[in-house]
C-alpha cells in the first residue's frame, strides 16, 4: 500500500517572494520523486536562510522521502513547536509518521484535523491512506471519496483509491470470499481501466480456484509492454503448470527469459529466472535446473529466491535433508519467509517428521493467517490420523465351481503419530457349485504399529482364526510382525513374517493348512523416472510342505498427471513337494508378463486406478500359455468423513490351483472418518 502523499507546498509569498524562485529547482526534484538530491538542495539553502519555513518543510519532506522519516518527525515537531497552528507543518508532521509506520499514532491526529479543516483535501486523503494502512478499508473509501469530492479527478487520490481497493480485495481474498474480491478489484478499472496490477491479482485470484482460461485471459490482456509482458509470460508459465501442462509451461518461461534478458530490469530478470528454473523443476529436468542454479550462485551469490530453488529441487528430487537446511537457512534470512515457513512444513512432513510439520504448519497459520496452503498441510495431517473404520464386501467365482462371498470390517486409530491400532474382522464363506462343499471362516485380529525412527516403524498383530466345514471345526492362531524403513533415500525395505490359515476354497479349508510365510520386500525409486520392486518369500506349511516364491517388477513412469506406468514383471515359485490332488504345488512356475498402470482423477473426489498385464506362464516342462490380467478401482469422496470404492479383478494366472484357472473378484469399500480430527489433536497443539 502506497503511503505517500504528494503535497503542493504553500508558499506565502508575502513572506517568501525572496526566496521562491531559488527554490524553484529544489520543488522540482521533490516532484520527480528525486528525494536525495533535493534535501541537498534544501540543505544548503537552510545554510543560508536558516529560517526559512518553507526550506525547512521541503528539508524534512525531502529526508523523510528519501529513507531518513525519524528525522524528519523530529524536524517538524520542532516546527510545530515553533509554528503550534500552522495547518501546512501539523500535515506534514502527520505524514511523517506514515513514512515511520506508526499508522495508529498518525490516525487520531488525521482525525482531529479532519474535524478541524473538514474542507481540507490533504487532510481527507492523509486520513484515507491512515485507515487504509490500519486495514480498515471501507472508511477509508469513504474518506478518499470524500476528498475526491473536494478535488475531482485528483490523480493522488484516484492512486490512493486505487489501493485501498487492492488491500481491500486482498483482505476477501485471505477470507476466501473471491467473488466478493473479483467485484472490488473490477471497480478500479472504472478508474484505471484496464490497470495491470488490477489484472495481475484478478488473475491470481483465477488461479487459486483453478480458472486457468480466466487467469489467462487476464495475463494476455496485461501483456501490453515489454515489462509486462514477462510478468505476463512468467503468470502464463504457472498456470500451464497448474493446468499439468509442464512442456507448455517451460517453453513460456524460455520465452519469458529470452524477453527479460535483453531488458535492463534486474529484479524482473531475478523472477524470470526464477521461474524458468522451476519449469525445468517441473519437467524433471534436474540436472538442468541444478547447473542453472549454480551459475545463478556465481552470478548473484546466495540471494533468497536461489535458496528456496535449492529447497524446491531438494522436495522434488525426494532430497528432504537437503530441503529442510535450505529452509532453515531462508528463515534465517527472513523469520517471516511464506516460502520458508510453509516449505519447512512440507519438508518435515515429507520426512515423516509430522509433530515438527504440525508444529511448523500452525506457526505458518500464525504469520500468513487462513493460508489455503497451510490449512491444506494441517487438514492432510488432521486427515491422516483420525479414527476410521472400513468396511469391505466382496464376492468372487473361479471356473473351478468355487464361489466366496467375504465380510470385513477393520477399526483403526492413532494415539500419536507413533503408536497406532487396529482391530479386524473378517468373515468370508465358500463353496463349490458342483459338489456342494462349503466351509466359513471368521477370523479376528487385532495389532499396533509403532514408528521407532522418522519412517522406520514395527507392527505386530495376532488373533484367532476359525473355520467351519460340515461337522468339523478349526481352530488356529494367527500371528504377524513386521518391520518397515528408508535405508537410504528413495529406497523402501520391509520384513515381515506372517501365520495365516489357507482358506481359498472349501476343500482346502477342511485340509486346516497352516502357512507360516518369512518375506523381504524392496523398492528403488529414482529420479530419472525408473524404478523397481522385488519380493523374496519362504513359507513353511504343516502339511509338511515348504515354498519358495520371488517377484520382481522393472517399470518407468511415463507420465505424473495422470500417473501411467508399464513395465515388466516376473514371478517365480516352486514347492519342495507336489500335492496336486490337494492343491496346485509345481515344482517350478515362472511367468513373465508386460504391464501397464493408470491412476488419476476423473473428476473432483473421484479417483481412479487401472491396471492390465498380459504374457506368458510355464509350468515345469508344459509349454508356455498366455496369461491375462486386469484390475480396476474408482473411488469417491461422499463427503468430508465418507469414502467410497468399488472394485474389480480378474486373472487367469495358474498360480492359484491347476492350468486353465480363472479367477473374478469383484467388491465395494466404504470408509468412515470417526472424527474431523485425530485423538491426540490437543496434546499435539500443546507440545513444545
Known amino acids: 500500500m502506497k503511503t505517500r502523499i504528494s503535497y503542493l507546498i504553500t508558499i506565502f509569498a508575502a513572506a517568501q517572494l525572496w526566496a521562491q524562485p531559488a527554490m524553484d529547482n529544489g520543488f522540482q526534484l521533490l516532484e520527480k520523486g528525486e528525494f536525495e538530491a533535493a534535501g541537498d538542495f534544501f540543505e544548503d539553502v537552510l545554510k543560508r536562510h536558516p529560517e526559512n519555513k518553507t526550506a525547512q518543510i521541503c528539508y524534512g519532506r525531502a529526508l523523510g522521502l528519501s529513507g531518513g522519516p525519524a528525522k524528519a518527525n523530529t524536524l517538524f ?7 503550534p497552528n500552522d495547518l501546512e507543518i501539523q500535515l506534514n508532521y502527520n505524514e511523517s509518521l506514515l513514512w515511520a509506520g506508526e499508522f ?22 492523509g486520513y484515507a491512506n491512515t485507515l487504509s494502512n490500519l486495514k480498515e478499508y471501507q472508511e477509508a473509501l469513504v474518506q478518499v471519496h470524500k476528498a475526491l ?7 493522488s487520490a484516484l492512486t490512493s483509491k486505487k489501493y485501498i481497493l487492492l488491500g481491500h480485495a486482498n483482505t476477501k481474498v485471505e477470507k476466501q470470499q473471491y467473488s466478493e474480491a473479483k467485484a472490488i478489484l473490477k471497480a478500479i478499472f472504472e478508474d484505471y481501466p484496464e490497470d ?17 482460461d480466466s487467469a489467462r485471459i487476464s495475463y494476455h490482456r496485461m501483456a501490453t509492454t515489454a515489462k509486462d509482458s514477462v510478468i505476463a509470460l512468467n503468470g502464463l508459465a504457472l498456470t500451464e503448470h497448474l493446468g499439468e ?20 530490469n534486474y529484479e524482473l530478470l531475478e523472477r524470470t529466472y526464477n521461474r524458468y528454473v522451476q519449469a525445468l523443476i517441473w519437467n524433471d529436468k534436474y540436472s538442468k535446473a541444478k547447473s542453472e542454479i549454480a551459475q545463478l550462485e556465481n552470478k548473484y551469490g546466495q540471494r533468497p529466491w536461489l535458496i528456496s530453488l535449492k529447497a524446491m529441487l531438494g522436495m522434488y528430487t525426494s532430497d528432504t535433508k537437503a530441503s529442510l537446511k535450505q529452509y532453515e537457512l531462508l528463515l534465517k534470512i527472513d523469520s517471516t519467509s511464506f516460502d520458508g515457513n510453509l516449505g519447512k512444513a512440507n519438508a518435515l512432513f515429507a520426512s515423516d517428521r509430522i509433530i515438527d510439520a504440525y508444529k511448523t504448519g500452525i506457526q505458518t497459520l500464525e504469520i500468513f493467517e487462513n493460508q489455503k496452503d497451510a490449512r491444506s498441510l494441517i487438514e492432510k495431517v488432521n486427515k491422516k490420523y483420525v479414527p476410521t473404520i472400513t468396511e469391505t464386501l466382496s464376492y468372487s467365482f473361479d471356473n473351478g465351481n468355487n464361489v466366496a462371498y467375504s465380510s470385513n470390517t477393520e477399526l483403526r486409530t492413532y494415539f500419536s503419530p507413533k503408536l497406532s491400532a487396529n482391530l479386524s474382522y473378517q468373515s468370508r464363506t465358500t463353496e463349490n457349485t458342483l459338489s456342494n462343499a462349503s466351509a ?18 514395527v507392527e505386530v498383530g495376532a488373533g484367532i482364526n476359525e473355520a467351519r466345514f460340515g461337522s468339523q471345526r478349526f481352530s488356529q492362531p494367527m500371528l504377524k510382525a513386521g518391520l518397515k524403513l528408508q535405508p537410504y533415500r528413495m529406497q523402501n525395505l520391509e520384513v515381515d513374517y506372517l501365520r495365516e490359515v489357507q482358506q481359498f476354497n472349501a476343500e482346502l479349508v477342511s485340509r486346516d493348512i497352516v502357512m507360516e510365510h518369512y518375506g523381504v520386500k524392496y523398492h528403488l525409486a529414482t529420479n530419472f523416472k525408473l524404478g523397481w520392486y522385488t519380493q523374496l518369500m519362504h513359507t513353511e506349511q504343516n502339511d509338511g510342505n515348504s515354498r519358495q516364491l520371488l517377484f520382481s517388477s522393472l517399470y518407468y513412469k511415463l507420465f505424473k498427471k495422470p500417473g501411467i506406468k508399464a513395465g515388466v514383471n516376473f514371478q517365480y515359485f516352486g514347492f519342495s513337494v507336489q500335492k496336486p490332488e490337494l492343491y496346485f504345488s509345481p515344482e517350478q512356475y515362472q511367468a513373465t508378463e508386460v504391464f501397464a498402470e493408470a491412476r488419476g482423477d476423473l473428476f473432483t473426489k473421484t479417483s481412479y486406478a487401472f491396471t492390465l498385464a498380459a504374457g506368458a506362464q510355464k509350468i515345469e516342462q508344459q509349454a508356455s500359455m498366455n496369461i491375462i490380467r486386469t484390475e480396476a478401482r474408482i473411488g469417491s469422496e461422499l463427503s468430508q468423513r ?11 494366472s495358474a498360480s492359484a490351483t491347476a492350468t486353465g484357472f480363472t479367477y473374478t473378484e469383484m467388491g465395494v469399500s466404504l470408509k468412515w472418518d470417526l472424527s474431523k480430527k485425530p485423538l491426540f489433536h490437543k496434546r499435539l497443539l500443546n507440545l513444545n
Request: glycine share 4%; charged share 20%.
Open 440 to 457: 466359513t471362516t471368521r477370523l479376528l485380529t487385532g495389532g499396533i504399529a509403532y514408528k521407532l525412527l522418522p519412517k522406520t516403524s
Open 77 to 83: 515537531a520542532n516546527l510545530l513547536k515553533k509554528y
Open 149 to 155: 469530492d473536494l478535488d475531482p479527478g485528483n490523480a
Open 104 to 125: 495508529q499514532g498518525a490516525k487520531p491526529l488525521y482525525r482531529d484535523l479532519i474535524r478541524a479543516y473538514p474542507a481540507n483535501f490533504n487532510a481527507r486523503l
Open 642 to 652: 465418507w469414502y467410497m470404492a468399488l472394485y474389480g479383478k480378474y486373472s487367469n
Open 245 to 264: 501442462n509442464e512442456k507448455q509451461a517451460l517453453l513460456l518461461s524460455k520465452e519469458s527469459l529470452e524477453l527479460a534478458t535483453i531488458m535492463e
Open 196 to 212: 495491470k496490477e488490477t489484472l495481475l491479482s484478478l488473475a491470481n485470484i483465477h488461479l487459486i480456484n483453478m480458472e486457468l
